[in-house]
């Protein structure tokens, strides 16, 4: 979808000035708004298709991540990341994996699939769960194996309904876990990271939009100066959201911004049950019914287990 961070600096550096976490929340409500409504901006940029789109959308990013990166004197961070080799490995294969994601998010939002797209988002979670499991060999409590056991018959009930699996939800889905994983595993800041990953794509994507100018088939300049503009500002749509996530990500606690992340999904479903008109026969309903009962059991067990952890009294070092 968007490039969105999988985790953040908790929010204890604000403590619990109230307006801070006000301001905290609306921010991160912003920001996942803003994502929620990616499915409105890249319909208005036909006719470019969605690889062109994708290669604008590298581009610009690039350009805005590198100004933002030298107006927030952070060109020192990315210095740091370029001599690290671990980081730049685990970094190139984040800029794979991320541009796999927006390429398919790109193609489903402009071919009729936004709650395709939206289911994807909305499996995400259990998604980076089973990730946890098979990669970092997390053990699981019995709630959370209740949702992913949900989930999977989801998709086998969604499956059976499109006639084919739903692949557009299940690579955006899989692809974010990944990046997030990998995000993890790197250790380093958002926007230091997100500048990285466009310049590593950066080459890839002007070559096939030089490619596009050579052969005539460019959109960019053919389709008038508002066409040009909204594509240049592919950069801003990616940046804004995440300056956002970032802030408010030091303002208030994870397990709100956990709870904010099912916002972009929500109105993406929105967006194309009511804007799109998609269609949302009985089955597919019962499948994505399935989905949100797997999030509400895994959204009251990780809130269960926060409070319980919080509860449990402290044994003094040394004591029995």
Not at 51 to 64: D, N
Request: charged share 15%.
């Amino acid at each position: 979808m968007t490039g969105i961070p999988r985790t953040a600096p908790d929010a204890s550096a604000a403590g619990t000035d109230p307006v801070e976490l006000r301001r905290g929340f609306l921010l991160g409500l912003a920001a996942y708004a803003m994502w929620g409504a990616f499915p409105l901006y890249f319909p208005l940029l036909a006719p470019a298709g969605a690889v062109e789109l994708l290669a604008h959308r590298v581009l610009w990013s690039a350009l805005t991540m590198v100004l933002l990166l030298v107006g927030l004197r952070k060109v020192s961070s990315l210095r740091r990341i370029l001599r690290d080799r671990r980081q730049v490995g685990l970094l190139l294969v984040a800029a794979c994996v991320i541009a796999v994601n927006w390429g398919v998010f790109i193609w489903g939002t402009t071919n009729g699939r936004v709650i395709e797209v939206s289911l994807g988002y909305f499996i995400n979670p259990l998604v980076t769960v089973l990730i946890g499991v098979l990669v970092l060999r997390e053990r699981l409590r019995s709630l959370q194996w209740a949702a992913l056991a949900f989930a999977g018959v989801a998709v086998l009930l969604l499956t059976l309904d499109y006639g084919r699996p739903p692949w557009v939800s299940l690579t955006l889905a899989c692809s974010f876990g990944t990046y997030g994983l990998v995000r993890k595993l790197a250790g380093v800041g958002a926007i230091e990271g997100l500048t990285f990953e466009s310049l590593a794509l950066a080459p890839l994507a002007g070559g096939y939009v030089g490619w596009l100018v050579i052969t005539g088939a460019s959109t960019f300049g053919t389709e008038g100066p508002v066409h040009a503009l909204l594509l240049a500002s592919a950069g801003l749509v990616t940046a804004v959201p995440l300056l956002c996530f970032g802030a408010a990500a030091t303002r208030v606690p994870l397990v709100t911004i956990g709870l904010l992340q099912y916002v972009a999904p929500t109105l993406q479903f929105l967006l194309g049950l009511f804007v799109f008109g998609e269609d949302m026969p009985a089955e597919r309903w019962i499948g994505f019914g399935l989905v949100w009962l797997a999030l509400v059991l895994l959204t009251a067990e990780t809130l269960g287990h926060r409070h319980r952890s919080r509860r449990r009294p402290v044994v003094p070092e040394g004591s029995c």
